[in-house]
């Protein structure tokens, strides 16, 4: 399972949105027209929330791949700065259960996976699920349910 497509869908959205607040701005700031200081403070917030959203809001490549006895979930963050790519693997036995949470008013969505060990219940660093299509999260939320202990 992947969410490939509408990762291409996230990425071309902020690129493109991005691209235009950017292109405003710096039109804003080189034209001789006179254009209101507020309007380009606006342009210049934008550009910003623009990026942090996107970096933070949880917008993640996702590759889930099963075995017989592990799962194995490959992620990475779709904001093109400081990608990091990671993996999470977990035997069958040792999964214990998982939540998805969302802020935002629903806008954004994290995925928390739970982990039994020695010492007790460990849960793994969020997984951005904001990427995924609702039914691709009601997926993957079956999926998980259906294998917990």
Do not use: C
């Not at 959205?13 to 606006?42: G, N, P, R």
């Not at 994290?110 to 660093?125: D, F, K, S």
Request: proline share 2%.
């Amino acid at each position: 399972m992947n969410n490939k497509k509408t990762s291409r869908k996230h990425i071309k959205f902020f690129a493109i949105s991005w691209l235009i607040t950017i292109a405003l701005f710096v039109i804003s700031i080189l034209t001789k027209v006179e254009v209101h200081s507020v309007i380009k403070i606006i342009l210049g917030s934008l550009v910003i929330l623009l990026a942090v959203f996107f970096a933070n809001g949880g917008f993640f490549y996702l590759e889930i791949e099963t075995e017989k006895d592990l799962f194995r979930i490959k992620y990475f963050n779709l904001f093109p700065m400081g990608r990091e790519y990671k993996t999470i693997q977990i035997p069958w036995t040792r999964y214990r259960k998982h939540e998805i949470k969302s802020s935002f008013n629903g806008l954004f969505h994290r995925l928390y996976i739970y982990e039994q060990t020695g010492a007790g219940l460990a849960r793994y660093p969020s997984i951005g699920l904001s990427a995924l299509s609702s039914e691709e999260r009601e997926k993957l939320h079956i999926f998980l349910k259906k294998m917990e202990k």
